[in-house]
């Protein structure tokens, strides 16, 4: 079991730029998987975490509903903003400067091959990270992602999840708002839930901006210590 985590970050790069690059991360571990099973091999996988940040775009997954979009491709222009519908779970949710988007592409032979604990334990870093501002944050049962105020009529969610899986190796993941323009947000219904709205960090401490370098830093430490993972800097 290869606990070892190569971490990257990418900086501003564009989405489908990003997403291609994932895919093909998620290929190279498949097909030693798939090597491994067919040749009776015991090749050691290997492990990414990508951090990025994205220019202004939306994203619909696979089972999402494109009336939860709620702008023309004019409109979308107009806004400097692209659209596109991927193959994670979840409905649609907004990507933009401002949110640090983290991607692990994980082998969870590696780990745990249990998919709702994966989920479970993303939606832990995120809160343990956000207790570190002294944000109370929580899960919001039946709706993935992290949330603050739960239960009342000021239920709002600062962190979006949508993972794919395959052979048990992860693709996609979380969009922590931190510094974000939550503007970008009355343009979509996010994640398909009406009726509730969407934060950012610097929001809930009332300030301008938040250091993301520090927000990520605290990210990495919380990972490392749940999956039990070393983080390894990928050049």
């Not at 944000?135 to 969610?157: H, L, Q, Y």
Request: glycine letters at 8%; one cysteine or more; a negative charge.
């Amino acid at each position: 079991m290869n606990k070892e985590v190569l971490i990257q970050d990418l900086g501003l790069k564009d989405y489908k730029e990003t997403w291609d690059y994932q895919e093909s991360i998620f290929k190279e571990i498949l097909d030693i998987k798939i090597r491994n099973r067919r040749e009776e091999l015991n090749l050691q996988t290997p492990n990414y975490f990508l951090f990025v940040e994205h220019p202004h775009v939306y994203t619909l997954g696979k089972s999402g509903d494109l009336s939860n979009l709620l702008l023309s491709e004019s409109q979308l222009k107009e806004k400097g903003a692209t659209f596109y519908k991927i193959n994670r779970g979840g409905d649609i949710t907004y990507h933009g400067p401002g949110q640090i988007v983290g991607y692990p592409i994980l082998d969870l032979d590696n780990f745990f091959t249990d998919i709702h604990k994966y989920l479970r334990f993303l939606e832990e870093v995120i809160i343990l990270t956000l207790d570190e501002y002294g944000v109370v944050a929580t899960r919001s049962e039946g709706e993935t992602g992290v949330w603050i105020d739960v239960g009342t009529p000021f239920a709002r969610k600062i962190c979006a999840m949508g993972v794919r899986a395959s052979r048990w190796v992860t693709m996609h993941g979380f969009a922590l708002n931190v510094n974000a323009n939550l503007g970008y947000f009355d343009n979509i219904i996010p994640c398909g839930i009406r009726g509730k709205g969407v934060t950012s960090l610097n929001v809930e401490l009332g300030k301008t901006t938040v250091n993301e370098a520090e927000v990520k830093l605290k990210i990495q430490k919380h990972f490392q210590e749940l999956f039990e993972a070393t983080f390894i800097d990928k050049l």
